[in-house]
């Protein structure tokens, strides 16, 4: 790589920026951000580097769950504003964007046979009863049943669901059961074969899927059998909607990318996902009775319901 350029101000944001993380990963971010600072100044013909072209190349190459630390840097009167008011005033909570966003969904072939039985399983991962996931898990399922599908719903939080072993019995030639932990998640694999169209809600805890999400998608793993040979036939679909406190609504698409992923894996294409933003401050994405503060946003509901809708058509 040819030496990058930099002014004094953009050395001391890129030193700034390398700080955020421990020493030990500093070098190979710093060698990540230099290559694209330096394919981005080739592109624009640009010898020098500034500030703003480091903050840039930077989140280029860093997910978007960083943005709060980009915001701090670029308007910090502004990420006051939106992120830390909202904490200690309840006017400032009241008035926090509560966004979602319905992905943009691919062009598909009309209903498919498995599809014609219209058999949704939705999971709520957020420990909250009521709270926004459940409700939003909840708005797609009315959705689903008003076009016609049967639902089931299971809330990961109620049911007895311990972690993945790794015994890797599931890998066998010769094992015929699915899973040797023995728990509610015995009847919940039979449920997942027999439904067509899942739905997967959950928060973001920490900068990734909540754990109750994460320990049940592990146990997915069992599906997958010898020589990567699969349980779970093409043909189901899914809608994962992810929600979050962060009040802007792509902060963590690339987590519901990993569970769309996940699903990928197991065959199940995800047709539908919705990003649902801004459920923090004082009382944590709760209205003064306890409840989701999303209720009180039905425009931004419907557009979950329509997805809930789209998934079983
Ligand atoms: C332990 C914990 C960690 C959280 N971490 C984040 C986070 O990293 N980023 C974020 O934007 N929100 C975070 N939140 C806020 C939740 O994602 C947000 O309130 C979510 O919508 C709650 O969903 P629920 O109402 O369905 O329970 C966190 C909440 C908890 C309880």
């Known amino acids: 790589m040819n030496q990058v350029k930099l002014n004094t101000e953009a050395g001391i944001t890129l030193q700034k920026i390398l700080s955020i993380w421990p020493q030990i990963m500093q070098g190979r971010r710093k060698e990540k951000i230099l290559y694209m600072l ?32 980009f915001h701090m840097m670029k308007d910090m009167n502004k990420f006051k504003r939106l992120t830390l008011d909202p904490f200690d005033d309840v006017e400032a909570y009241n008035a926090l964007p509560i966004k979602v ?14 599809l014609k039985q219209k058999n949704v399983l ?6 909250r009863k009521g709270g926004n996931s459940d409700i939003l898990v909840d708005e797609a399922i009315k959705g689903a049943q008003d076009a016609g599908a049967k639902a089931d719903k299971i809330m990961l939080q109620k049911i007895k669901m311990g972690y993945c072993i790794g015994c890797r019995k599931c890998k066998d030639q010769g094992y ?19 439904a067509n169209a899942i739905i997967i809600g959950f928060p973001i805890y920490t900068g990734r899927e909540c754990a109750q999400l994460s320990v049940f998608m592990d146990r ?27 009040a802007y609504d792509d902060t963590y698409d690339h987590i519901i990318e990993n ?10 294409e995800t047709i539908e996902a ?24 039905p425009k931004e509901l419907k557009k979950v319901y329509e997805a809930g809708a789209a998934l079983v058509k």
């Open 122 to 127: 939705a999971f709520c991962a957020s420990p």
């Open 220 to 246: 997915w793993d069992c599906f997958e059998r010898f020589k990567f040979g699969a349980t779970l036939k093409p043909g189901r679909v899914a809608l994962v909607i992810g929600t979050w406190g962060y």
């Open 38 to 69: 330096s394919l981005l100044m080739h592109a624009r013909k640009i010898h020098t580097a500034t500030r703003a072209l480091v903050i840039e190349a930077t989140q280029m190459v860093v997910p978007k769950s960083y943005d709060p630390f």
């Open 259 to 268: 569970i769309m992923v996940i699903l990928k894996l197991h065959k199940v």
């Open 176 to 194: 015929s059961g699915l899973c040797t932990v023995k728990d509610d998640m015995t009847t919940v694999y039979q449920k997942i074969i027999d």
């Open 274 to 297: 919705i990003s649902a933003c801004g459920f923090e401050g004082i009382l944590h994405g709760l209205d003064e009775k306890g409840r989701g503060v999303i209720a009180k946003f």
């Open 101 to 114: 966003k319905r992905w943009k969904a691919p062009r598909r072939k009309k209903t498919t046979d498995v």
